[in-house]
C-alpha cells in the first residue's frame, strides 16, 4: 500500500522559506503522479506542484511558479518541496499524495488517491 507522510512545516516569516519533505513506500516507483497540495480548513484543498515519477516532468500552480521548486530523489522514495519567498497567502495545511498516472501530472487533487498527513505552514507579515 501507498504511503506517504509530510513533515517540514513551521512558522516564518513574510519572504522566508521553508523545505517540505514527504518519504513514499509501497508503491512502484513508474507510472505515478507524486504531487503537493495545500488546504484552508472549510475550503477545498488546491494543487501546489505535481511530478510523474518516470520522466519527471513537472506542473506548478501559477502562484507558486519561480517560488516552490518540487523534486524527487533518484531513488523516488522521497518527494521536496523547496519553498522560497514565502507570503503570508502561503500559510495552509501542506498535503503530499500519489496516484496512478494516467496521461499529464496535473494538480487536480481528484487524481490522486493516496495521501499523508499535513504539515501546517504559517507565515507571518
Known amino acids: 500500500q501507498t504511503q506517504l507522510e509530510a513533515s517540514g512545516g513551521g512558522s516564518v516569516q513574510d519572504g522566508g522559506s521553508l523545505r517540505l519533505s514527504c518519504p513514499v513506500s509501497g508503491y512502484t516507483r513508474l507510472n505515478y503522479c507524486l504531487g503537493w497540495f495545500r488546504q484552508i480548513p472549510g475550503q477545498a484543498r488546491e494543487g501546489v506542484a505535481a511530478?510523474?515519477?518516470?520522466?519527471?516532468?513537472?506542473r506548478y500552480a501559477d502562484y507558486v511558479k519561480g517560488r516552490f521548486t518540487l523534486s524527487l530523489t533518484p531513488a523516488k522514495d522521497t518527494l521536496y518541496l523547496q519553498m522560497n519567498n514565502l507570503k503570508p497567502e502561503d500559510a495552509d495545511t501542506y498535503y503530499c499524495a500519489a496516484g496512478r498516472r494516467r496521461g499529464t501530472c496535473y494538480t487536480d487533487p481528484n487524481l490522486y488517491a493516496y495521501w499523508g498527513q499535513g504539515t501546517q505552514v504559517t507565515v507571518s507579515s
Open positions: 511530478i510523474d515519477s518516470e520522466y519527471l516532468n513537472e
